[in-house]
């Protein structure tokens, strides 16, 4: 069963404005990560944070992680219409494969 | 390196034909992973190989599924005979480490079974 779901499941926003997507899980994990997918294409890598870490940065992507409410956050600031793509976290725990979450859909409008 | 390569793109069969869909990972990846995306279940992990084994199939939906990996830089899904529920998105991805690290994902091989 896969261990993180995203919220919102949809998310439309205007180009310029920042985006806020959630994953939630449900047991402790070591890493956590998030992806991109754009239509018709694969995954591809975003971030990774580990569980000993609360905040991480990668150009105009800020991620979160509170372990104590097993939540994640992925902030994109200054959205842009290529921003547009399904987004999932993906989690791991004590030497177990990772599982996906079901994936955020960002919309942005130009 | 190319990436994850994967062939056909895409795959439109006849119901009770055999399939086979082909993956080339990064050359020094050492796990290969096979997943399968549909709107109702989203991605779902079906098997993966480490250093060419087999290491946990219990994703894989059915018998009718197979997966192999010859050699370090190939390896093949076959559904046999297909059925239209296994329309779907197939991806290959391959990464250094089974966790901690970033899987790499080919193109996907969109399959649609009649």
């Known amino acids: 069963s896969q261990q993180g779901e995203e919220d919102p499941q949809a998310l439309s926003i205007q180009e310029g404005e920042n985006a806020t997507m959630n994953c939630s899980y449900k047991?402790?994990?070591?890493?956590l990560q998030w992806y991109r997918q754009n239509s018709g294409r694969g995954l591809v890598h975003l971030i990774l944070?580990?569980?000993?870490?609360r905040e991480k940065h990668s150009g105009r992507l800020r991620v979160t992680l509170d372990t104590s409410k097993k939540s994640s956050s992925l902030l994109i600031t200054a959205s842009r219409a290529a921003d547009t793509a399904s987004y999932f976290c993906?989690?791991?725990?004590?030497?177990?494969?990772?599982?996906f979450g079901t994936g955020t859909s960002l919309t942005v409008i130009p | 390196d190319a990436g994850v390569i994967q062939s056909p793109r895409h795959e439109v069969t006849e119901m009770g034909q055999e399939v086979t869909l082909r993956c080339k990972p990064i050359?020094?990846?050492?796990?290969l992973f096979w997943y399968r995306q549909t709107m109702m279940r989203g991605l779902e992990l079906l098997i993966y190989?480490?250093?060419?084994?087999?290491?946990?199939d219990s994703g894989m939906p059915e018998d009718r599924f197979s997966a192999k990996m010859p050699n370090a830089s190939f390896s093949t899904l076959k559904i046999q005979p297909s059925e239209p529920r296994d329309s779907a998105v197939y991806f290959c991805?391959?990464?250094?480490?089974?966790?901690?690290?970033?899987?790499?994902f080919g193109p996907g091989t969109r399959l649609t079974v009649t």
């Open positions: 991805a391959s990464s250094l480490a089974l966790v901690g690290v970033e899987q790499y």
């Open positions: 047991t402790s994990i070591n890493n």
């Open positions: 944070i580990r569980s000993n870490e």
């Open positions: 993906a989690t791991d725990a004590s030497g177990n494969q990772f599982y």
């Open positions: 050359s020094g990846h050492d796990y």
């Open positions: 190989f480490n250093n060419n084994v087999p290491i946990d």
